[in-house]
């Protein structure tokens, strides 16, 4: 068992409860977490290829081509797993640029879908490299909003060293659990605002065998590995 | 009626310095063919508009034809960030480049709304997010009905649309299929447009899901075969992953843009 695998099973764990709504994960991880998801304890989900068909394992169950996704979206049955430049502790979160927007330091891919996406439906990130350039006091462009300006649900946080949630009356960020191995100073000392930390806080739970099993046959060749920066 | 004509005839009349220009596609069917024919015949000062900004634009920008970017998401799909955006963006290079960041939906809306006749469209997103900041193209409006607020964003009529289709009849009808974006909306939204197709056959018979632009909201029809590629044409050719990859390397670095530049558009 890798940390790789802890972090598919954490972001897997995401969509759980969702029934069926369309599963919109971005990048290696949070995509087989989403399709363990499906092959365990979410059955319903459903699952796009990014661009025309609605795919199951063994194939093709469905057609809907990416402009039909923003009917779902309006609809509000899509949970989406984003990625984030930066993100602060109420979960605004930011892919357009660092820096100022009009002369920024280095121009990134742009909002993308995150100002729907949040307003509409709920909203996880995945974070490969948890650190404080990432999770900063105030992002510098806001495309996804947070709770603090409105968002519909920003479920969890899943990043190479913990998960983290907003189950707070203010609704700030917090700790909800760390990898194995993983030191609770060390998430607060990667993250560059204050954390609500629990008194105790539990590991993030470790894939089970029968888990195992199926992230290896979904990723044979180990993808999931190369996307966290080694230790 | 649509005229069948050249490429660079087609570009020649259509495309004009100084215009607001959408060559849309999504993952498939790009229109990079007639990109390269703007980049040889040097214009300047365009507005470029799309959804998804991909190669085609990262190669427009650096060789100078743009102004401005409308735009939702820019980057190299599947490699990583696009490096001539990020040099006009950040340092000027080859020329200032103006961004004009919406959403996916707005970019789609936009153009709906273009096609419709309609002034804007309306749409829940952006309340709260820093575009609301930055984009002077959005407002507020309060739904007549239930008073809730919501996002206005203007219609977004290009001076013209490009877009490539598997094929057309000798009529200037244009069928395309597989995955669209929003070429149907941009067409129809545009004042003039050219389509480049793979083909023109005898017929166009009935495919599942396909698009079908009428010979009369079509300004003109170019056969250029492969004219998609890197990206694909279903039912044609597939789509060629390592010049994505390519680019990626090619792009970094002024000089070997320049070079490249020179020697496949020799511009």
Known sequence: MSIADVCVVACAEAWRGDGEVLASPMGVIPTLGAKLARATFSPGLLLSDG???????????????????????ASGRRHVMMGASQIDRYGNQNISCIGDWARPKSQLL????????TINHPTSYFVPNHSPKVFVENVDMVCGIGYDRGAFEIRVVVTNLAVLDFDT???EMRLRSVHPGVAVEAVVEATGFKLSIPDSVPITREPTESELAIIDRLDPSKQRESQLPRP | MAELVGLAEGIAALVHDGDTVSLE????????????????????????????????????????????LIFAWGGNPGVGSLHRLRDAVENDWPAPLEIEEHSHAGMANRYTAGASGLPFAVLRGYTGTDL????????????????????????????????HAQRADRKGNVQLWGLAGVQKEAVLAAKRCLVTVEEIVEELDARPNAVVLPSWVITAVAVVPGGAKPSYAQGYYDRDNLYYRRWDAISRDRDTFTGWLADELGS
């Open chain 1, 51 to 73: 661009e025309a068909f609605l795919m199951h394992e063994n194939g093709i169950e469905g057609w809907m081509p990416y402009r039909q996704v923003f009917t779902v979206v």
């Open chain 1, 110 to 117: 742009g909002v993308r879908g995150a100002p729907g996406n």
């Open chain 1, 169 to 171: 009356p203010s609704h």
């Open chain 2, 25 to 68: 596609g999504f993952t498939h069917l790009i229109p990079v063919a007639a990109g390269h024919e703007i980049i040889r015949q040097r214009r300047r000062d365009l507005t470029l508009a799309r959804m998804t900004p991909d190669i085609v634009y990262d190669q427009m920008i650096g060789a100078g034809c743009a102004r401005r």
């Open chain 2, 132 to 163: 609301v900041r930055h984009t002077s193209s959005l407002a507020t409006v309060t739904c007549p009905f239930t008073g809730e607020v919501l996002t206005a964003v203007p219609a977004l009529n290009p001076d013209v649309a490009v877009i």
